[in-house]
Structure formats: C-alpha cells, structure tokens
C-alpha cells in the first residue's frame, strides 16, 4: 500500500495534462481545482508522501512497503530541500 499511495502522490504532482483553452496543467491542479479546495496540490503531495511512509514503517514485511517507505522520503527531501533552495534564491535576489 506504501508504494501505491507513492505512485499515487508522484503522478499527482508531477503528471502534465494538456488542456485545450488553458495549456498544460499538473493533474494535482486539476484535482484540486474540481474539488473546489483552496490549498495548494504540493500540500497534497507532502501529507500523501509522509502517509506513505508511515504505512511503510508500520508494515515493513508487505510487499513493496520498504520500497514505497524509500522513494517516499527520497522524494520527500529533495521536495524540501529544493523548496528551501527556492526560498534561499528569492531572499538573495531581492
């Protein structure tokens, strides 16, 4: 289940849909934009990977929960560390 909800999360925030009169949207936005919910589909994405490694630590011995566990905090991390290094770049060039 921890890998399902990882691919679930990946192709949520990083699955280009092309829409005729809007362009190219993430499908995270365009979910979120149907539902009608105001926060942003990254927040989606950080709450379904953190799920997906807590199943994953809870359930070690399923199939696929220590590889899901794994590419969840893979994923996770480089989403933060290159959200700080976003951060970092406006305080600098302002």
């Known amino acids: 289940m921890s890998f399902i909800i990882f691919s679930f999360a990946f192709i949520f925030t990083s699955l280009n849909v092309n829409i005729e009169n809007s362009g190219t949207k993430k499908l995270g936005e365009i979910i979120t934009e149907f539902l009608h919910v105001s926060i942003a589909y990254n927040i989606f994405t950080i709450v379904l990977l953190a799920i997906s490694i807590y199943i994953g630590r ?37």
């Open 58 to 94: 809870k359930y070690e011995q399923h199939f696929l929960a220590k590889a899901g566990e794994i590419l969840s905090a893979v994923t996770l991390m480089l989403f933060i560390v290159f959200t700080l290094l976003s951060i970092i770049q406006r305080i600098i060039s302002v």
